[in-house]
């Protein structure tokens, strides 16, 4: 059943369009992602969801209630702030309460919904303490709570895990997978962090430019993008122009490789680094130009032609100097992407 559906939104400001129509329908209790670049809408189309900022056109629906013209308050949804935004004078109990009091809840309904999220946030035992007084980690397991508490139709989340380090951000990802799973809240998670999209997501909504880009699962997106902003902006890719000749296509170079589907004439592939190896080979048509030992695999850059390859070989005994010359081998078939977007973009 559909949550929540964003139609036709756009924004525009006085002399730019930050929002061309865009449009994203939620399944109740999904966790979406937008991921993007920075500068590529997601904040507008944040504030516009919040109540905080008006379309300039488009509907959105809630629950079966259109809400684009609801003031902020009057929306049943929730949002966890990247900056916790908690209230620096109240305990985290009174934080907690604060929302429950201004929509009336009764007095033990509010007890027993803050011991719930006190639980599930794992916050036991730090109802009396002030803001300051907590860690940033547990400061956003409060802003959390403080969401969950509310059980509004719809959390939003807003870059909530970039203020922390790269270890506490990791537990707090596993946590937030682990809540969403028990609580099945209907969620939209705002990033421009890749990898935190990837793990977190049941579906990730790509943007860029103001657009919807491309919608899919992690797996699909990574596996079989449509798009070379995708294929690019979801971990690392080799995006290569080539000639289709039916089910095989010649690269820059001369060799041919194996397509996942068939074309002909003019097309652009993306081939990941991990699908590609190299052997050292006096007759090979690539020079190694660089090598990073990244620990779980070899990042080499490979010369050949005009083009640099990133090739991500496992195994890292004997790393392959600079200067080496190399066979370059492609395991499976390279991802042909959308013509119509090499054609635009040409
Ligand atoms: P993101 O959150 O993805 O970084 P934003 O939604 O903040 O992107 O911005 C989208 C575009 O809209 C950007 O080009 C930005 O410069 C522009 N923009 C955002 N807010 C305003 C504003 N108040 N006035 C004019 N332009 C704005």
Not at 190 to 206: F, G, K, L, N, P
Not at 283 to 312: E, I, P, Q, R, W
């Amino acid at each position: 059943m559909t949550a929540l559906e964003i139609r036709d939104i756009t924004k525009d400001y006085a002399t730019s369009r930050a929002l061309h129509p865009v449009s994203i329908d939620v399944e109740r209790g999904e966790f979406v992602t937008i991921l993007g670049p920075s500068g590529c809408g997601k904040s507008t189309l944040l504030r516009i969801l919040m109540g905080i900022s008006r379309p300039s056109a488009g509907e959105i629906h809630l629950a079966g209630q259109r809400i684009d013209a609801l003031p902020p308050e009057a929306r049943d949804i929730a949002m966890v702030f990247q900056s916790y935004a908690l209230f620096p004078h109240m305990s985290v109990g009174k934080n907690l309460a604060f929302g429950l009091r201004m929509k009336r809840v009764a007095k033990p309904e509010r007890a027993q919904r803050i011991e719930h999220a006190i639980d599930i946030c794992n916050l036991t035992g730090l109802t009396e303490r002030m803001p300051r007084q907590l860690s940033g980690g547990q400061q956003q397991r409060v802003a959390l709570a403080r969401a969950i508490v509310m059980q509004p139709s719809l959390l939003l989340f807003d870059e909530p895990l970039s203020n922390l380090d790269a270890k506490l951000r990791d537990t707090l990802r596993h946590e937030l997978v682990e809540l969403h799973r028990r609580i099945g809240a209907t969620s939209i998670y705002v990033t421009h962090d890749q990898s935190e999209a990837m793990a977190m997501s049941d579906r990730i909504v790509v943007m860029n430019a103001g657009r919807v880009v491309e919608t899919g699962t992690p797996q699909q997106l990574y596996r079989a993008p449509k798009k070379a902003f995708t294929a690019s902006f979801l971990g690392q890719t080799n995006l290569l122009s080539v000639t289709a000749e039916g089910v095989r296509a010649r690269l820059p170079w001369g060799e041919t490789i194996a397509l996942d589907a068939t074309a002909t004439g003019p097309a652009r592939v993306s081939v990941r680094p991990e699908a590609m190896s190299v052997s050292p080979n006096n007759l090979g048509s690539g020079v190694v130009t660089s090598v990073s030992f990244m620990g779980a695999n070899v990042l080499y850059k490979v010369a050949v032609g005009d083009v640099t390859l990133k090739v991500a070989q496992a195994g890292g005994d004997a790393l392959l100097a600079p200067g080496t010359h190399v066979a370059i081998g492609f395991q499976g078939a390279a991802h042909l992407l959308d013509e119509r977007e090499f054609a635009g973009a040409a």
